[in-house]
């Protein structure tokens, strides 16, 4: 329900082509990367669960800094659509 809503975000006629996107997999990671955050507040000591936060938040920030540098316009919009803070650039 959540990837429909998401999927509405972008033009008709791409819907079917861009469930690879980049924009789509950014998306997934952070719905990942959310559910994982407040499996994490329950469960502190669970080291498994760290390891894999932090593997999915290096692959959704490889795919950002690409995005940057490909299309600097369909990454602002994506970092509000998905209410993502941009962070500082090294």
């Not at 975000?9 to 559910?35: A, C, H, P, W, Y």
């Amino acid at each position: 329900m959540v990837k429909n809503a998401f999927i509405s975000f972008l033009s008709q006629e791409e819907k079917e082509e861009n469930k690879g996107s980049v924009e789509f997999q950014v998306f997934l990671f952070t719905k990942k990367i959310r559910r994982l955050t407040s499996h994490l507040e329950l469960h502190r000591k669970d080291y498994l669960s760290q390891r894999g936060l932090r593997k999915i938040l290096g692959k959704r920030q490889r795919l950002l800094s690409y995005l940057s540098k490909k299309n600097r316009i369909r990454y602002k919009e994506l970092i509000s659509q998905l209410d993502i803070r941009e962070s500082k650039t090294r």
